[in-house]
């Protein structure tokens, strides 16, 4: 019989292979760590600089912000290997791809990235226009998705997706309502318990469920990313975090100065080229519309700017037919649900 000395070796090598260290982030000092995050002289060197390409602001967002409780948002830990298998204008009629939301105080990017964008890709395809739960897989989907608030992979959530399905917004609104639009709030929530019981009574958990079809990494060629997208609709993105970036206002980012803080997730929506012939990326943060260009922001495409076409993930949407049978299935389930109560 094993040693029980041999079982916990064994189960902390598992949970190392199954939860790797960040990479590329070094540690910090813990005086830099209590500095504010946002600095003149990041933004005086940003806009003197000709070469930059955007614009620098003291972000009202972060106004009373340190560096670690910035570093708190950056919720992105690195796919495992092992895991892996203009705005936008051409969907018109899907009013998610333009929402702008906030994480508030939780690093929980990585769920906000994939839900928003598993939510476009249902009403492009599907004709169905629902907001998904960043609560439910934050909560509910555990060690395989990462650390909740404390960060996960973009990957697992899609994985979340297609093995237990995500429910609805109205099911399982997100637990942080206060958000941190406002100054001075510190981002330090811990994770919010799994539930798995909707806050509307006529709502039913396992009923309110949509499932993707698979999880999978886009080629990082930018040709590739912009065929996946055009076919398919919105990508989850990671990239990483440079100071200098809770500076960005507006133009085509690229990192000009400071410190690694993080990695971070977001929803790639489109791509363009600037007036000045820069050829960018169009995503959309979760950092609420205080932030950056009215909650959105550039940057520079094909040069894979921090990382930005390194980690590309999505997940297909079920057939329409499937779709359309699961709907009657659990109007007939909740119908008879009803009888029974009455």
């Excluded at 982030?25 to 003149?40: T, Y």
């Excluded at 539930?195 to 993707?212: A, D, F």
């Excluded at 260009?293 to 499937?322: L, M, N, Q, T």
Aim: proline share 5%.
């Amino acid at each position: 019989m094993a040693s029980p000395m041999l079982f916990l070796a064994t189960f902390l090598l598992l949970l190392s292979t199954l939860h790797p260290k960040v990479i590329g982030v070094e540690q910090l000092s813990q005086v830099k760590l209590n500095s504010r995050i946002l600095q003149d002289s990041i933004v005086k060197q940003v806009n003197e600089n000709p070469k930059a390409g955007w614009e620098a602001a003291l972000n009202p967002r972060f106004s009373n912000y340190t560096v670690g409780e910035f570093k708190h948002l950056l919720g992105v830990k690195p796919t495992p290997k092992e895991r892996t298998s203009g705005r936008s204008t051409a969907w018109p009629q899907c009013s998610t791809i333009g929402r702008i939301l906030d994480q508030g105080h939780c690093g929980s990017c990585w769920a906000f990235g994939a839900v928003e964008a598993l939510s476009d890709r249902f009403c492009i395809h599907l004709d169905v226009n629902i907001s998904l739960s960043a609560n439910d897989v934050v909560a509910c989907c555990g060690f395989l998705c990462g650390d909740g608030c404390d960060g996960g992979y973009p990957i697992s959530a899609w994985k979340y997706f297609a093995r237990t399905g995500v429910v609805t917004e109205e099911c399982d609104p997100y637990f942080d309502d206060i958000g941190c639009s406002h100054p001075g709030c510190e981002p330090a929530f811990p994770t919010p318990k799994c539930v798995r019981k909707c806050v509307k009574g006529n709502l039913l958990w396992k009923q309110s469920k949509h499932y993707s079809v698979g999880a999978y990494r886009i080629n990082s060629n930018p040709t590739d990313i912009m065929a996946e997208v055009y076919r398919n609709g919105p990508v989850e993105v990671s990239f990483t975090v440079y100071e200098d970036f809770a500076h960005y206002k507006s133009g085509v980012y690229k990192h000009v100065t400071g410190d690694v803080l993080g990695g971070h997730a977001v929803k790639l929506i489109g791509w363009g080229t600037s007036d000045d012939g820069e050829d960018y990326w169009l995503l959309a943060n979760q950092w609420n519309r205080g932030w950056g260009d009215d909650g959105y922001f550039k940057i520079i495409r094909g040069a894979d700017e921090c990382g930005i076409e390194s980690d590309v993930v999505a997940g297909c949407h079920p057939p329409k037919i499937w779709f359309t049978r699961l709907q009657k299935r659990n109007s007939s389930k909740m119908l008879h649900s009803k009888r029974m109560i009455i």
